[in-house]
């Protein structure tokens, strides 16, 4: 019962801050590819999985669970971004545990937007080939339980973004706790029962795009001759856009026996503070049966989100995903799954994410 009380009250804390919120920013970070989830289980819960992911997604959301990667674990994802831009995100990773306590992990994502027609001033209709934007970043991640309870982690991102005659680079540092407690000491089956997750994502120095898309060739009013100059433009420096996650959940086990945990019942909550956009209270709920089927579904509330001329947002909120999952080595201790997520947004017919996973286990 303690454990209960508890939780409700750290929803309810949460609850009350979810009206913050930095809506005079919005639009004004770069680098918005490190807030695109592109992993298929986490992003059935979106910003509400933080408190529960484990292993190899823990990069995106949460390093801290990093640390509950059980021997190895490899994963690859495609997204399909917002579909009706012909927009396409993969993503590849790997952790590995060393040591008794700790876990390396190593991700790469990369966008696909497809190649562009180039126009000019003096060629607006194009005819003149074509560009392929490029929107790439590499993580390189180490967690470590410190307790039977608490593990740590933090993560560092190089990212690059651009076109052939501008880019942008830059680096970012992620850092995140995971807690989880234990439902009864007692029972032959030991399962864990409250988690809570804490999470700082996109924190690094402010770049800017660079190249000769910036310079030009022009005359000179001031000097009779017809020689011609070239001038750089000067560019902006850009924020990155950080982003704080606190979230909880608890595992309602329900069946009767202690001597099985076949049937769970996880509901979970987060509180996701933006530096350049608007707040989200984010809450889930996610069934699994026997670790071999897992279905989520979840809502990310932000103000005005209900209403097309108030939200601010393409996605309207709603999210839900599956994982099937199954052994593949004597003893279960090493696993396939299969996960796939879907969120909606209005415009564009939502974000579809396909992904698998190997878990090799101790």
């Known amino acids: 019962m303690e454990r209960k009380i508890i939780f409700i009250l750290f929803c309810l804390i949460i609850a009350a801050r979810s009206n913050a919120g930095n809506e005079d920013r919005i639009g004004q970070a770069g680098a ?25 997604e823990s990069m995106f959301l949460n390093v801290g669970g990093l640390a509950f990667t059980e021997q190895t674990e490899i994963g690859f994802s495609r997204s399909n971004w917002l579909k009706g831009t012909d ?43 074509t560009f392929k934007p490029t929107f790439n970043n590499l993580a390189l991640a180490y ?33 995140g706790i995971s807690y989880v407690t234990t439902a009864n000491k007692d029972d032959k089956v030991k399962k864990d029962d409250i988690k809570f997750g804490i ?18 060739r022009t005359t000179n009013d001031e000097v009779t001759s017809e020689e011609k100059f070239t001038y750089n433009i000067r560019t902006a420096l850009f924020n990155l856009p950080t982003i704080f996650n606190v979230g909880a959940s608890y595992d309602l086990r329900l069946d009767a026996s202690n001597e099985t945990y076949f049937h769970r019942l996880t509901p979970t909550v ?22 071999l089927i897992m279905v989520r579904g979840g809502f990310a509330y932000e103000e005005g989100i209900f209403e097309y001329e108030t939200r601010k947002n393409v996605y309207t909120g709603a999210m839900g995903g599956i994982t099937l999952q199954a052994p593949i080595s004597k003893g ?9 997520s879907y969120r909606s947004s209005s415009p564009f017919s939502g974000t579809h994410n396909l992904g698998i996973r190997i878990i090799v286990g101790e």
């Open 270 to 291: 987060n509180f996701t503070y933006h530096a350049f956009k608007k707040n989200q209270l984010s809450l889930g709920l996610e069934y699994g049966y026997k670790n």
């Open 32 to 56: 918005t590819q490190l807030s695109m989830n592109s992993w298929a289980q986490s992003a059935g819960l979106g910003y509400g999985y933080i408190p529960m992911v484990r292993g190899l």
């Open 199 to 216: 999470s700082l994502k996109n924190v690094g120095p402010d770049s800017k795009y660079t190249g000769d898309a910036f310079s030009a």
């Open 143 to 175: 967690s470590q339980r410190f307790t039977s309870s608490i593990s740590g982690g933090v993560l560092l991102r190089g990212f690059s973004e651009g076109l052939p005659n501008a880019k942008a680079q830059g680096i970012a540092l992620d850092a």
């Open 87 to 129: 927009i396409n995100i993969n993503t590849f990773g790997i952790a590995q545990r060393v040591g008794a306590e700790g876990v390396l992990g190593i991700s790469v994502m990369s966008m696909d937007i497809g190649e562009i027609e180039i126009t000019t001033t003096s060629n607006p209709d194009g005819g003149i080939g």
């Open 332 to 340: 279960n201790k090493s696993k396939f799954a299969i996960d796939y």
